[in-house]
């Protein structure tokens, strides 16, 4: 079966950097997003990996690495609103997203 | 309006009633779908429209039933539903199924059955 794992809950402090981990075994790989959702909110896309490697954007990166199954959401110089849920999603040979359940991330000041 | 927005936004009803959610996306997109979210589980892909032509049903009991009518349109009808159903019910859209670019998403409908 497709299944996407991610820690349930990370907490980190104002200021520090937090990593999010993702591991996926899925039928085809056509690319892994991530996403954010606030409480009671819709999820917004934060970036896309099709290649191996770390992709920057900001104070946000995200790394792919195909052989292994894996990726990881890098978020630096954390703000308070950056608390939410982060979703990790795998497109596969179908072109449909596979979802994780989400990692709640709580910033502490 | 902009982006991808739904109606409405909280519904509550009855195993015995029949609702409609109704989704528009503002982006020019030619894929929309339908997804449940319920607490702490993945997000659940229930169908897929691309170009108006229904392309997944992902083993979605038939008391959920889409409409399609044009690409900006997207509806969810709701009949005999169970307690188990009551979920976030998020639409998105995309330029096409099998592009390389992200989903966009509405804020959702909160559907709680009693």
């Known amino acids: 079966g497709q299944n996407i794992d991610q820690p349930t809950e990370m907490t980190a402090t104002e200021g520090a950097i937090v990593q999010i981990n993702c591991t996926y075994q899925t039928s085809g790989f056509n690319g892994l997003f991530w996403y954010q959702q606030h409480a009671g909110e819709a999820p917004t896309f934060l970036s896309y990996?099709?290649l191996d490697g770390l992709e920057e954007k900001g104070r946000f990166s995200s790394f792919l690495s195909r052989s292994k199954g894996y990726s990881y959401l890098l978020l630096k110089e954390l703000q308070m609103k950056d608390s939410a849920s982060y979703l990790c999603a795998v497109r596969d040979s179908n072109y449909q997203l596979i979802w994780g359940a989400g990692t709640k991330l709580i910033i502490k000041p | 309006e902009t982006g991808v927005t739904q109606t409405p936004r909280h519904l509550v009803m009855g195993m015995t009633n029949k609702k409609s959610l109704k989704c528009e996306q503002h982006?020019?997109?030619?894929?929309m779908y339908w997804y449940k979210q319920s607490a702490k589980k993945p997000l659940e892909l229930m169908f897929v429209y691309n170009f108006k032509e229904q392309t997944e049903n992902n083993s979605v009991p038939s008391r959920f039933s889409p409409e399609c009518p044009n690409s900006s349109h997207l509806f969810l009808h709701l009949h005999t539903l169970q307690p188990e159903d009551s979920a976030l019910y998020l639409c998105?859209?995309?330029?096409?199924?099998?592009?390389?670019?992200?989903?966009?998403f509405g804020p959702g409908t909160r559907l709680t059955v009693l």
């Open positions: 990996n099709v």
């Open positions: 998105a859209s995309s330029q096409d199924k099998e592009a390389y670019n992200e989903q966009f």
């Open positions: 982006l020019g997109h030619n894929a």
